[in-house]
């Protein structure tokens, strides 16, 4: 599974016609990033499935629209356990959140200042 797919940045720029708004979406994405991991880890560590389940599709959905695939990969599974009430099975899944963030976040920075330099 690749950490980050450029193509889809790409084509929300093609669909909104607006390349500074897709950076400005992906530089807010970033900045955003470790409080939605943040509300994941917490929600599933007390057992708030509610929270859980809206924080892991909040972090789904933001990070289907940059690319960040192994995130969306993640939030899958994990809504998929929250959703049947494994709590135990997701929060297996959650605590390996943070590093993967911490790949998206590092393969979309470079992508943005490699846009930034050209």
Do not use: C, K
């Not at 880890?41 to 859980?52: S, Y």
């Amino acid at each position: 599974m690749s950490t980050f797919d450029p193509r889809d940045l790409d084509r929300l720029a093609q669909d909104v016609d607006n390349w500074p708004f897709t950076v400005s979406f992906a530089h807010t994405y970033r900045r955003l990033l470790p409080q939605r991991v943040e509300r994941i880890v917490t929600a599933t560590e007390v057992g708030d499935l509610d929270a859980a389940l809206d924080a892991t599709l909040s972090l789904r959905v933001a990070s289907s629209i940059v690319g960040t695939l192994e995130l969306v990969e993640m939030a899958r599974f994990i809504e998929g356990r929250l959703r049947v009430g494994d709590v135990v099975g997701a929060t297996a899944r959650v605590r390996l959140v943070p590093a993967a963030a911490q790949r998206a976040d590092r393969a979309l920075a470079s992508y943005l200042m490699e846009y930034a330099d050209s």
